[in-house]
Nanobody, 124 residues
Framework: QVQLVESGGGLVQAGGSLRLSCAASGRTFSSYRMGWLRQAPGKEREFVAGISWSGGSTAYADSVKGRFTISSDNAKNTVYLQMNSLKADDTAGYYC?????????????????WGQGTQVTVSS
């Protein structure tokens, strides 16, 4: 069982930046995949970014490419999401998740563990 705890959400003006952190504990292994998903009110949860624990593979939703960066610190068992040039459309609850892929490719990921979520609100 993997436990995930997010931090770093908050209120920011459009154009600003935030960094989310996700601390993982419990049973993890090198082939585990980590990622961030988000859910806005009235919308389905959507994929934002994913990463392999080695950091060698990353993937992003088209809506955040060039603005968000996912990274990992294996020594700290922590995954980060650096969010720049934030827009009002980025307002959502952000969830850290962990999972597995069926093959060597990063995507698709079957999510198996979830954090409690952290709210990001971007004011326009």
């Amino acid at each position: 069982q993997v436990q995930l705890v997010e931090s770093g959400g908050g209120l920011v003006q459009a154009g600003g930046s935030l960094r989310l952190s996700c601390a993982a504990s419990g049973r993890t292994f090198s082939s585990y995949r980590m990622g961030w998903l988000r859910q806005a009110p009235g919308k389905e949860r959507e994929f934002v970014a994913g990463i392999s624990w080695s950091g060698g593979s990353t993937a992003y939703a088209d809506s955040v490419k060039g603005r968000f960066t996912i990274s990992s610190d294996n020594a700290k068992n922590t995954v980060y999401l650096q969010m720049n040039s934030l827009k009002a459309d980025d307002t959502a609850g952000y969830y850290c998740a962990g999972g597995t892929s069926s093959g060597p490719a990063l995507l698709p990921i079957t999510w198996r563990s979830w954090g409690q979520g952290t709210q990001v609100t971007v004011s326009s």
